[in-house]
């Protein structure tokens, strides 16, 4: 399958700075990158849905100021916390699909473990 | 409201048996399915896609797939300890890009 590269894999940083997290594909065009955050033992939660050049779709209850997604190329979404607090301690995974047709795959990136101190 | 169903588990197999693994969904638009593993502590990793009906096989691996009944199934075969993970259902209605899966099914492999 395709390769989706997530950076750093793990992150701690103190509360009230900001964290970037890089999702690249590196060997297809994604058009489309989504973010994903993960609690221990719990199921995908999509955060927000992002084309490149476009400004990127949020989910209910995902606050749109504290986490910035840039889907600036084909190939690289980033998504910036701001601000981050303790609560926001989390297992941050990217998924990038490949093509825009029916039948297209999402592959997921390494994920990013989040620890805010 | 979208909904893909599973059975949380733990589904516990012995070694050298066959794992099989349901998912239900309530869109009937529904047009392409996924199956992935995650391992604890690790990211989602495809294994199958399936979108018209019927079988289809990779490996050890066959994912059925009845539109009628809206279900897809994933079975492992010759399970191994190694395939003890949670394997994800995701399903994507025709004409969106986003997939919504289910809560996953914890698998037991037991030597």
């Known amino acids: 399958g395709a390769v989706v590269s997530q950076h750093p894999s793990r992150v701690i940083c103190k509360s009230g700075t900001s964290v970037k997290i890089e999702c690249r594909s590196l060997?297809?065009?994604?058009?489309?990158m989504f973010w994903y955050r993960q609690f221990p033992k719990q199921s995908l939660m999509l955060m927000a849905t992002?084309?490149?050049?476009?400004?990127?779709?949020?989910e209910q209850g995902v606050e749109k100021d504290k986490f910035l997604i840039n889907h600036a190329s084909l190939t690289l979404s980033t998504l910036t916390v701001t601000s981050a607090h303790p609560e926001d301690s989390s297992f941050y995974i990217c998924?990038?699909?490949?093509?825009?047709?029916?039948?297209?795959?999402?592959?997921f990136g390494q994920g990013t473990r989040l620890t805010v101190v | 409201q979208k909904e893909v169903e599973q059975n949380s588990g733990p589904l516990s197999v012995p070694e050298g048996a066959i794992a099989s693994l349901n998912c239900t969904y309530s869109?009937?638009?529904?047009?392409?399915f996924f199956w992935y593993r995650q391992y604890s502590g690790k990211s989602p990793e495809l294994i199958m896609s399936?979108?018209?009906?019927g079988d289809k096989e990779d490996g050890r691996f066959t994912a059925q797939l009845n539109k009628a009944s809206q279900y897809v199934s994933l079975l492992i075969r010759d399970s191994q300890p190694s395939d003890s993970a949670t394997y994800l259902c995701?399903?994507?209605?025709?004409?969106?890009?986003?997939?919504?899966f289910g809560r996953g099914t914890s698998l037991i492999v037991h030597p």
């Open positions: 060997d297809f065009q994604a058009t489309t």
């Open positions: 995701a399903v994507r209605a025709g004409g969106s890009y986003i997939p919504t």
């Open positions: 998924s990038a699909r490949e093509g825009a047709g029916v039948n297209t795959e999402a592959f």
């Open positions: 869109d009937r638009g529904s047009q392409s």
């Open positions: 992002s084309n490149e050049g476009s400004k990127a779709t949020y």
């Open positions: 399936i979108y018209s009906n």
